[in-house]
Antibody
Framework: EVQLVQSGPEVKKPGESLKISCKGS????????VAWVRQMPGKGLEWMGIIYPDDSDTRYSPSFQGHVTMSADMSITTAYLQWSSLKASDTAMYFCARPSSGHSASYDLWGQGTLVTVSS | DIQLTQSPSTLSASVGDRVTLTCRASQSISNWLAWYQQKPGKAPKLLIYKASNLENGVPSRFSGSGSGTEFTLTISSLQPDDFATYYC????????FGQGTKLEIK
């Protein structure tokens, strides 16, 4: 089955670090980009950036550049999104998604989402 | 950056109604536009890609049209399962999303 499976919910304190994951299976993981999308509570979808697992070519939205880091490990077909110092405003659901071809395409495959809660 | 503006923000309708949602881009994006349906607590689901192409498995009551800066998603006869939030997405550059239209039961 073609799928993206994300890591479980996280509860963190401000200032802590975090790395969430998105594991692809059932398709050639290294040959598809992986995008990350944020959804804050009760709000819309925000495009964060995208990574190509084969060579780790990465593009960030200006809104997220410098605040998060995207990475990938081809050997375990997993993409990651990480923070070095969380803020309360990072509380959100985070989705990974796969463009159908190239980096500019519709997203035909989505992970189930990882809920990140940052609270003191 | 390309901005997408969806209208209306909320739409109240009844089962069986025909509804049209609009998405306007701040600059021309040709036909590089997709539509998604999202239900609470779930990931978005792709409905339409390249402005007017129906994704496999999506009911034919959904249709998309437009090019350049003006796009529409039409649901020809609303079903109970269609009440959800709908987002447009441009992928002319990398990507961005509209703010969403919530379709609620009248």
């Amino acid at each position: 089955e073609v799928q993206l499976v994300q890591s479980g919910p996280e509860v963190k304190k401000p200032g802590e670090s975090l790395k969430i994951s998105c594991k692809g299976s059932g398709y050639s993981f290294t040959h598809y980009w992986v995008a990350w999308v944020r959804q804050m509570p009760g709000k819309g979808l925000e495009w964060m950036g995208i990574i190509y697992p084969d060579d780790s070519d990465t593009r960030y939205s200006p809104s997220f550049q410098g605040h998060v880091t995207m990475s990938a490990d081809m050997s375990i077909t997993t993409a990651y999104l990480q923070w070095s110092s969380l803020k309360a405003s990072d509380t959100a659901m985070y989705f990974c998604a796969r463009p159908s071809s190239g980096h500019s395409a519709s997203y035909d495959l989505w992970g189930q989402g990882t809920l990140v809660t940052v609270s003191s | 950056d390309i901005q997408l503006t969806q209208s209306p923000s909320t739409l109240s309708a009844s089962v069986g109604d025909r509804v049209t949602l609009t998405c306007r881009a701040s600059q021309s994006i040709s036909n590089w536009l997709a539509w998604y349906q999202q239900k609470p607590g779930k990931a978005p689901k792709l409905l339409i890609y390249k402005a007017s192409n129906l994704e496999n498995g999506v009911p034919s009551r959904f249709s998309g049209s437009g090019s350049g800066t003006e796009f529409t998603l039409t649901i020809s006869s609303l079903q109970p399962d269609d009440f959800a939030t709908y987002y447009c997405q441009e992928y002319d550059s990398y990507s961005s999303f509209g703010q969403g239209t919530k379709l609620e039961i009248k």
